[in-house]
């Protein structure tokens, strides 16, 4: 097992941000939840204490003793994180005064501690804490200020123990990842030997040990996250792996056939389910959004249960499930609302009695890629934008019929196929195209026509919980307008979507 980094989380919106720069160093960590830590692993390098929205003078402020770690490893705190060591020293925490939100300088600074080699005088930070450090405890050297924060980081005497204000995650912060550089290979010690290629050795054979003869059930989607837990398990059992593909009459035109193609040349053991029908006469009447997902979910589970049984002896249930559904998350303000249900096969497992093999379950989507690119999954498979689970389902407003998904599957291939002979489709994080239930009146040739109107949207985003309107070229825009209403013609008006989440979401359902 790799060594490793513990990030504490204490509920700051940048704890997975932190996550990603440490690995991006090819150092492995975990986030673990202040109030639910696990034993402390063996293999320990260092801790980091993450941000949060509280203030260590709030009376039920996320607490922890910090002593197990202390003077045994090396501890970075994180505004937050660097406040509690303070506050925890007999140092005094105040509400700042004055605004310490945004940009600021590093303006003094002892290069000569190892946090803070080799970075510049003057270099930009990111700051946003409501609260400030007035008092450093006796026992605490101040090592950094800017103009407005006198305790900017400091270090504590005979400990490898530092406190930052600032955020290094952040990309506001220049020379962030310089200082994690530091922490974590200089101050820390890590070898920096976590990469896709050492990933993928040992989870292979880690695989193979659990797994021995037993044979695996995995169901493909055409995404980049089953697509690689496939290829792992295959490459660890080979044979015993069978995939099962279900076409839910869902998915983009052409898809079922092409993904089937490439995955039977990836050497995979896939079988294809024609299931359109049943998924059809399970969304029939059915309207609401939450509805259309749950039919939708409920049918692929009981399709994908009665394909299982067809093998016999099969004991476990592989999964494509990523490190950010599994992270527990730190609860500052109670439990938050369910806004969309996205875990639309959450009760595959319990229905079907079998043990469960994850082998991405600690990987962030960028990694899961660069271990796909490792594995050799070609290109279509790894660079595909996100599609949803119920798929073109949720993009057709109100209910789904068959007419309705060939329609729609004729306007996304022309979108879809524009963007990337244009070379915009790498550029952008997704793509869609949604059939709206109303009709426009429009003319063709001499003829009145009263047909359907369907909005494209495009966004850029890194992980899909905030996103941004692509501003695509106009006259990109025109054609594909033109393109579209030439050739698919139950449909006589387009749309673009210039909504950024949030307050809109990427789909529309
Ligand atoms: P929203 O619409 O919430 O979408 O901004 C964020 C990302 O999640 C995808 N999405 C889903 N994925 N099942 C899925 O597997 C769903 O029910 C679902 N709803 C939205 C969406 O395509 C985007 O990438």
Same mark, same amino acid.
């Given at each position: 097992m790799s060594e490793q980094i513990l990030i504490i989380d204490?509920? =700051?919106?940048y704890t997975q941000l932190i996550a990603r720069r440490v690995r991006e160093l090819n150092v492995y960590c975990e986030i673990h939840p202040f109030n639910h830590l696990p034993e402390k692993p063996e293999n320990l390098k260092g801790v980091i204490l993450s941000g949060s929205p509280c203030s260590v003078r709030d009376e039920n402020a996320p607490n922890l003793d910090l002593n197990p770690y202390r003077g045994e490893v090396p501890v970075l705190g994180v505004c937050y994180g660097a406040q509690l060591l303070v506050h925890q020293n007999d140092g005094i925490v105040t509400p700042s005064e004055i605004r310490e939100y945004g940009r600021a300088r590093l303006e003094k600074m002892d290069q000569h501690y190892d946090l803070l080699k080799e970075m510049t005088l003057g270099n930009q930070v990111w700051m946003s804490h409501g609260?400030?450090? =007035?008092k450093l405890p006796s026992s605490f050297t101040n090592i950094a200020s800017t103009a407005d924060v006198a305790n900017a980081a400091f270090k504590l005497n005979g400990e490898e123990t530092y406190g930052i204000q600032f955020h290094p995650e952040v990309t506001h912060t220049e020379e962030g990842k310089t200082l994690l550089r530091n922490f974590v290979v200089h101050i820390c010690g890590c070898e920096q030997d976590w990469t896709p290629d050492i990933f993928v050795e040992s989870t292979v054979e880690d695989l193979r040990n659990k797994l021995g003869n037993d044979k695996v059930v995995l169901g493909l989607s055409g995404g980049v996250d089953s697509s690689v837990a496939a290829v792992l398990i295959h490459q660890a059992i080979g044979k015993n792996l069978y995939c099962i593909f279900v076409d839910?009459?869902?998915?983009?035109?052409n898809e079922f056939e092409e993904v089937l193609h490439s995955y039977k040349d990836m050497g995979l053991n896939v079988k294809g389910v024609d299931a359109k029908n049943a998924f059809y006469a399970a969304l029939e009447g059915c309207v609401d959004p939450e509805d259309k997902r749950k039919a939708i979910g409920k049918t692929f589970i009981d399709i994908f249960d009665e394909e299982s049984h067809k093998i016999q002896d099969v004991k476990w249930l592989a999964q494509g499930t990523i490190y950010p559904d599994v992270i527990? =998350?730190?609860?500052v303000n109670g439990p938050s609302a369910t806004i969309k249900s996205h875990h639309n096969v959450g009760g595959l497992p319990e229905k079907m009695n079998l043990k469960v093999v994850e082998p991405l379950n600690t990987l962030f989507k960028d990694e899961v890629r660069r271990v796909g690119r490792t594995l050799e999954i070609p290109d279509n498979i790894l660079n595909r934008h996100p599609f949803p689970g119920p798929g073109l389902g949720i993009r057709i407003i109100g209910e789904v019929t068959a007419e309705k998904v060939r329609i729609l599957q004729n306007v996304d291939y022309i979108f879809i196929n524009g963007l990337k002979e244009r070379g915009h489709y790498d550029q952008v994080w997704q793509a869609l195209a949604v059939l709206l239930p109303i009709q426009s009146v429009g003319v063709m040739g001499d003829e009145r026509t009263y047909e359907n109107v369907v909005a494209l949207r495009a966004v850029s985003s890194v992980d899909g919980m905030t996103a941004d309107w692509s501003k695509l070229p106009y006259d990109f825009l025109a054609d594909i307008s033109n393109k579209i209403i030439n050739n698919v013609k139950e449909v006589n008006r387009i749309v673009y979507d210039i909504s950024s989440k949030p307050p809109a979401t990427i789909e529309w359902e």
């Open positions: 204490f509920g =700051s919106q609260d400030t450090i =007035s839910n009459g869902l998915l983009r035109k527990e =998350s730190v609860s």
